[in-house]
């Protein structure tokens, strides 16, 4: 047998699991990587070259305007033309730049068709810029043009252009791949050493989980070694939750056992003094009213007895039904209606009650039990209006409607003490299906009776 709460613990399937939503982000995180690493890469690399460019071309204008005097040559090389007026540049170059954000020092880049472009430049999506000489026979992959301000009404803007052998081409697109497999290495490890972390972190829970379902009254295993110290904590003061839990459900089981054994004896007491009272009183002219008392008591002192007898038998936990008998549910429900009609004779209470195939194999005070519940639970809640109660192939349907205005009752508060408690525990027990739902003005409910 599990713990008292063991029925309540269902696994949330519609959760991720810890182990799955750490290596996605895990594995996210690497592919981030990744992809931010080959972008830096190609960043840094067109910075290299700028910056580079910037100092040559700094240092080139600084030179020429420190040397520079009267009509001296201006700087031209096998890459660099330099020029004092805007309009002696080719407006084709020109045009790629932006002369009205000139300022003094300040480059700026062009990137002509490189060899990334080749396709579209063959397929005659995009052209090549034309740079006359700039760069030999070919054209300039880069240009840059660099301002720089020699006096108030002097200038030198310096054009120069880069290109790059099919031979450095290969070797930059080399280092480009080696870098990005480089790159994607280190994320798969990433991934593998993250992939091991998280099991080595779940698959302690995983025996912990294991370890509590494994718990009951009867079987009680030791804490297991989980690793870490967090985790064998967490299971000790599981343990110790256990242990309190057994605790209070073995005080109250000796309390029910004790309790219903001291009961019986003055229930024996009292159903003896009754009986004997009868008698002693017995004469023709005793009153219906008599009558009446004494029956009363002897439905109190049977109910009474009924309620030991199933606590009884819940507190011992067995898995053993009780031996089943044929019962026939229209005469017990006639006896437990005539038992409880008292509770609303003075009443206008309709009952109505049909009855098809009524009988069935099942265990007779568990039925009476049951049904008495019930149907005392219907009564006392109809004070004008009718109770019908239906039976039909091992089926028991009872509901009461109340046509008179009575305080509201909340639904958890309907009917709400033992007598309901035992119903749902003798049902469960039992593994018969009792259910209820409101209706206007009262409430059905239904019992299956299905072993």
Request: glycine share 4%.
């Amino acid at each position: 047998m599990g713990l008292p709460f063991a029925p309540m613990i269902s696994r949330v399937t519609s959760l991720p699991s810890m182990l799955r939503h750490l290596i996605t982000w895990f594995a996210g995180c690497a592919i981030v990587m990744v992809f931010a690493y080959t972008q830096l890469l190609d960043y840094y690399v067109a910075l290299g070259i700028e910056i580079r460019t910037q100092s040559f071309l700094e240092q080139t204008a600084i030179q020429y305007a420190r040397e520079g005097k009267g009509n001296s040559p201006l700087p031209t090389d096998r890459s660099l033309r330099g020029y004092d007026e805007l309009s002696n540049i080719p407006d084709e170059i020109l045009s790629k730049f932006t002369p009205h954000n000139f300022s003094h020092g300040k480059v700026q880049r062009f990137v002509n068709l490189d060899f990334v472009d080749s396709e579209e430049y063959l397929d005659g999506k995009r052209f090549r810029v034309k740079t006359f000489d700039l760069c030999g026979e070919q054209d300039c992959d880069l240009l840059f043009l660099y301002p720089y301000k020699r006096n108030d009404a002097e200038w030198l803007y310096l054009l120069h252009g880069v290109s790059g052998s099919d031979e450095d081409y290969k070797q930059l697109e080399l280092t480009e791949n080696f870098a990005f497999a480089i790159g994607t290495f280190f994320a798969i490890l990433l991934i593998l050493v993250s992939f091991f972390l998280v099991r080595n972190l779940v698959v302690p829970l995983h025996k912990l989980e294991i370890w509590s379902e494994q718990q009951s009254e009867e079987n009680q295993i030791d804490v297991p070694d989980l690793r870490f110290s967090e985790y064998n904590k967490l299971a000790y003061r599981l343990r110790d939750s256990f242990q309190r839990v057994r605790d209070v459900t073995l005080r109250e089981k000796l309390f029910l056992r004790h309790a219903s054994h001291e009961l019986r004896t003055p229930i024996a007491i009292l159903s003896s003094n009754l009986e004997l009272m009868d008698r002693l009183t017995e004469r023709p002219d005793r009153s219906e009213e008599e009558n009446a008392a004494l029956l009363r008591q002897y439905r109190a002192i049977e109910d009474v007895q009924l309620l030991i007898e199933t606590l009884l038998w819940i507190n011992r936990q067995s898995d053993q039904v009780p031996i089943s008998e044929v019962v026939d549910l229209e005469r017990e429900i006639a006896e437990i209606v005539e038992s409880y009609r008292y509770l609303n004779d003075e009443d206008d209470v309709e009952l109505l009650i049909t009855s098809v195939d009524s009988e069935l194999s099942a265990p007779a005070t568990a039925v009476r039990v049951v049904l008495s519940n019930l149907v005392k639970n219907a009564f006392q809640y109809t004070k004008v209006g009718e109770v019908s109660i239906a039976i039909e192939a091992s089926r028991v349907v009872i509901e009461n409607v109340n046509r008179m205005e009575i305080d509201s009752v909340d639904s958890d508060e309907y009917g709400f003490g033992l007598g309901l408690e035992l119903v749902e525990l003798i049902c469960s027990r039992l593994e018969w299906h009792y259910s209820h739902e409101d209706i206007t003005g009262g409430r059905r409910t239904t019992l299956e009776f299905l072993r």
